[in-house]
């Protein structure tokens, strides 16, 4: 869909704080119809992520990892920054290595997701994993993941779990359950 509104003039962008994970820029904005604004956002990056779906046996595979945010355990999907010159598939080949002990054969690209995108410029690759195969490769987590199975034809009752709350989690399980039916491996 096109848009008809003008983009907002970048006035000044500044520095406002510093981390060792992040930097906030204070942005002035000019709008088209004279409003103006400073937004704080964090500064952008041009390095995405991937989170993978691993399939095995009719079930997909999750790990429990901790979130400090929520000062929880989470359940979701294994996910992780891709590397500099690495591709999409690469990446989650390796994180699917070091989070849960496989390797794939066949990996297949489901969709680019943004998370609050008037904040963050993150973007995360959804790919699906299958053709599982045991291999591992160490990763940077602090303690080992726990890894759970969930039934594939029974996907939709992950969101009834109280741990399985991220948005980027259920927007894949969304994505992949899509994908099983259109393979006419899943009906609604």
Do not use: C
């Not at 297949?108 to 045991?134: D, H, Q, W």
């Amino acid at each position: 869909m096109k848009n008809p509104l003008k983009k907002p003039d970048i006035l000044n962008v500044e520095t406002v704080a510093r981390s060792r994970l992040f930097t906030v820029e204070s942005v002035d904005l000019a709008f088209s119809n004279g409003a103006r604004r400073v937004y704080e956002r964090m500064k952008p990056s041009e390095r995405e992520a991937v989170m993978i779906v691993p399939i095995i046996d009719d079930q997909v595979v999750l790990i429990q990892e901790y979130a400090v945010g929520l000062e929880t355990y989470e359940l979701g999907f294994p996910k992780g920054l891709i590397d500099p010159g690495e591709t999409v598939f690469e990446a989650a080949n390796r994180e699917l290595k070091e989070e849960v002990g496989f390797g794939a054969e066949k990996l297949e690209f489901l969709s680019k997701l943004t998370m609050a995108p008037s904040y963050f410029s993150s973007k995360m690759n959804i790919v699906v994993a299958e053709g599982l195969y045991p291999e591992r490769l160490e990763g940077d987590e602090p303690e080992p993941l726990i890894e759970h199975r969930w039934p594939l034809d029974n996907l939709l009752a992950l969101l009834q779990e109280p741990d399985f709350r991220e948005a980027r989690n259920v927007s894949a399980l969304f994505l992949v359950r899509e994908w099983l039916v259109r393979q006419g491996r899943l009906r609604y």
